[in-house]
């Protein structure tokens, strides 16, 4: 709520006029300013901004649609009311005015109790607008302190976790919370875990379903070494998002663990949007696996599989932004386009995702994409 009285600026050449508005709020509930003249009015809201603006149209020099066409275009001013003051009583500069930002316009003679109520009706509005405006602000900061967190709940970007393997991804949110998530960490000296989610929606509720899956993997680590099972640990966080009822929030995710020992990897997935890609020097393989998304409904039941991690292979997992997008035609890039990109910039040779994203967004002919896209690899180099 406002602390002070609110600040009247009335504008106009002819200083009878300015006394004549100035007497009508001259009870101590406003700050009352006057000026003569358009470049006075500049040089005032250099200043001071002023809650309302009284503003007369016939002036010499600049006149008052010139002075209100320049502070509407003032980012520093371009939300204060103005009403407008004309002895014109023509419909065209009471559209002109309109068109120009003012709130209002106000005929000369006019009923000086009917502009005080105009007044007060808009600084109203102004105070409703300052409330939206400063809560907006706060929740921007909110948000992007509740971002920094996020991103610090994320793995290093690259990790050779071992002498002939390494982890890395890239993360890129379309809002400043992302609804994708990913982790990577260690089992035991020859197990690592690692995967990839994707939260339905965006923003405060989808991020708080990724913090979730930060803590469950921290506090059921012991109890995944006593498995090293996907299936088991995919039906554990399923019961468990139904549990806390995350406003009707599901996600998909790929799930592995990799033996560094024997090169197998252990995975399991839960939903049907995309599927990661072994990629070898021979071959590029989806490891493909239909099954319900996590939080669609209880008693789910997943499978386990087992693939070899081949020397000099990446395995390459993707979130659905990176299939769905649509270039200018409307064409859907689909699996066979992330191939072809894939083979394009010889990816399991040098594997920089930040390319594989420049690729993604020639697609679709944009500056970013309408999903958050994640993109992490486990490759393994060639056996020393």
Same mark, same amino acid.
Request: glycine share 4%; aromatic share 14%; proline share 2%.
């Given at each position: 709520m406002r602390k002070d009285n609110p600040t009247i600026l009335i504008v106009d050449d002819e200083p009878v006029n300015r006394i004549i508005l100035a007497r009508a709020f001259t009870n101590n509930e406003y700050n009352i300013f006057e000026c003569g003249s358009g470049d006075e009015v500049l040089a005032f809201i250099d200043k001071r901004i002023p809650d309302i603006i009284l503003l007369d149209i016939m002036m010499p020099g600049m006149d008052g649609f010139e002075v209100c066409q320049k502070i509407k275009n003032n980012p520093r001013t371009f939300d204060v009311p103005i009403l407008l003051i004309t002895a014109l009583n023509d419909k065209q500069s009471k559209l002109k005015g309109l068109e120009l930002g003012a709130y209002d316009v106000i005929t000369k003679p006019f009923d000086i109790f009917e502009v005080k109520l105009r007044v007060k009706q808009y600084l109203r509005m102004?105070?409703?607008?300052?409330? $939206?405006?400063?809560? !907006?602000?706060?929740?921007?900061?909110?948000?992007? *302190? #509740?971002?920094? $967190?996020?991103? !610090?709940? @994320?793995?290093? !970007?690259?990790? /050779?976790? %071992?002498?002939? &393997?390494?982890? @890395?991804?890239? &993360?890129?949110?379309? =809002?400043?919370?992302?609804?994708?998530?990913?982790?990577? @960490?260690? $089992?035991? =000296? /020859?197990?690592?875990?690692? &995967?990839? #989610?994707? $939260?339905?929606? %965006?923003?405060? #509720?989808?991020?708080?379903?990724?913090?979730?899956?930060?803590?469950?993997?921290?506090? %059921?680590? *012991?109890?995944?070494? #006593? %498995? &090293?099972?996907?299936?088991?640990?995919? =039906?554990?966080?399923?019961?468990?998002?139904?549990?806390?009822?995350?406003s009707d929030k599901y996600l998909t995710m790929f799930l592995g663990i990799l033996n560094i020992e024997t090169n197998q990897l252990y995975w399991s997935s839960a939903g049907p949007n995309t599927f990661p890609l072994l990629i070898t020097e021979h071959d590029i393989i989806e490891l493909k696996n239909q099954a319900p998304a996590l939080g669609w409904w209880e008693d789910i039941n997943f499978d386990d599989f087992t693939t070899d991690i081949l020397p000099n292979s990446l395995l390459l997992c993707y979130s659905d932004a990176a299939v769905e997008i649509k270039n200018k035609q409307d064409e859907m890039l689909g699996i066979e386009g992330i191939v072809e990109m894939v083979k394009k910039l010889r990816l399991l040779e040098y594997p920089d995702f930040q390319s594989l994203i420049h690729e993604l967004l020639d697609y679709s002919n944009q500056l970013s994409f309408d999903d958050d896209l994640t993109l992490i690899g486990i490759r393994r180099l060639l056996n020393e």
């Open positions: 102004r105070d409703l607008f300052i409330q $939206v405006k400063e809560n !907006n602000l706060r929740m921007k900061r909110e948000i992007l *302190s #509740a971002r920094k $967190v996020q991103m !610090n709940l @994320l793995p290093d !970007n690259h990790i /050779n976790f %071992h002498k002939n &393997y390494e982890f @890395l991804f890239e &993360y890129f949110p379309c =809002e400043d919370l992302g609804g994708d998530f990913i982790d990577f @960490l260690e $089992v035991d =000296e /020859n197990h690592f875990l690692f &995967y990839i #989610a994707d $939260v339905s929606g %965006h923003g405060v #509720a989808s991020s708080l379903v990724t913090v979730f899956l930060k803590e469950f993997f921290n506090q %059921h680590i *012991s109890k995944i070494k #006593a %498995h &090293y099972s996907p299936k088991i640990i995919l =039906e554990t966080i399923n019961k468990a998002i139904l549990s806390l009822n995350f």
